[in-house]
């Protein structure tokens, strides 16, 4: 099972992202991520055997993680992995720090558990699609999403043809900024 931590917004946010989804997917084809999967990656951790999940549920009930506002308003793209993505508005220092300090405490409680953050910097973003197409980014347009995360997870991935399939192993709480 692949892992990783995620802020996972209500059903409620995740439909005010729809419309830039289906907008990408107007835009550059390829596969729509399902409401009911959006989210924003905090650490992707990998393939991971049974018995380490069940070290890392039992260790990760005791952690919290900050949360605060943000403004879902900047499309973006990994070429590479032909993924297209929301992230939030940008000010002069960058994303909001809250953030940065989250994914910074995520790791540092991880990596005594043997993962290492696999990015040199956070990114922080929805994806929207995956094996996007060719297209101007530039012509990305929807509306701004104010989105204050009430929920961050633990979530393992199980990969299937129709996209994978989710499951929540554990619930951190948040601090609000």
């Given at each position: 099972?692949?892992?990783?931590?995620?802020?996972?917004?209500?059903?409620?946010?995740?439909?005010?992202?729809?419309?830039w989804?289906?907008?990408?997917?107007?835009?550059?084809?390829?596969?729509?991520?399902?409401?009911?999967?959006?989210?924003?990656?905090?650490?992707f951790l990998?393939?991971?055997?049974?018995?380490?999940?069940?070290?890392?549920?039992?260790?990760?009930?005791g952690?919290?993680?900050?949360?605060?506002?943000?403004?879902l308003?900047?499309?973006?793209?990994?070429?590479?992995?032909?993924?297209?993505?929301?992230?939030p508005e940008?000010?002069?220092?960058?994303?909001?720090?809250?953030?940065?300090?989250?994914?910074?405490?995520?790791?540092?409680?991880?990596?005594?558990?043997?993962?290492?953050?696999?990015?040199?910097?956070?990114?922080?973003?929805?994806?929207l699609?995956?094996?996007?197409?060719?297209?101007?980014?530039?012509?990305l347009?929807?509306?701004?999403?104010?989105?204050?995360?009430?929920?961050?997870?633990?979530?393992?991935?199980?990969?299937?043809e129709?996209?994978?399939?989710?499951?929540?192993?554990?619930?951190?709480?948040?601090?609000?900024?």
């Amino acid at each position: 099972m692949r892992l990783f931590f995620a802020y996972w917004p209500s059903a409620t946010k995740a439909a005010e992202i729809v419309p830039w989804v289906q907008n990408a997917h107007e835009l550059f084809g390829g596969r729509m991520m399902r409401t009911d999967t959006l989210h924003m990656t905090l650490a992707f951790l990998g393939e991971t055997e049974p018995d380490v999940i069940e070290r890392l549920v039992a260790a990760c009930h005791g952690w919290a993680l900050p949360s605060g506002s943000m403004v879902l308003n900047q499309p973006g793209r990994f070429k590479n992995a032909k993924v297209v993505w929301l992230g939030p508005e940008q000010s002069a220092e960058g994303s909001p720090d809250w953030l940065h300090i989250a994914y910074r405490e995520l790791w540092s409680r991880l990596q005594p558990l043997g993962w290492q953050a696999r990015e040199p910097q956070y990114r922080p973003h929805v994806s929207l699609l995956r094996n996007a197409g060719p297209g101007e980014l530039q012509a990305l347009k929807g509306p701004s999403v104010t989105w204050a995360p009430d929920r961050c997870v633990l979530v393992g991935s199980r990969p299937s043809e129709r996209g994978s399939h989710y499951t929540v192993l554990a619930e951190l709480p948040l601090v609000y900024e």
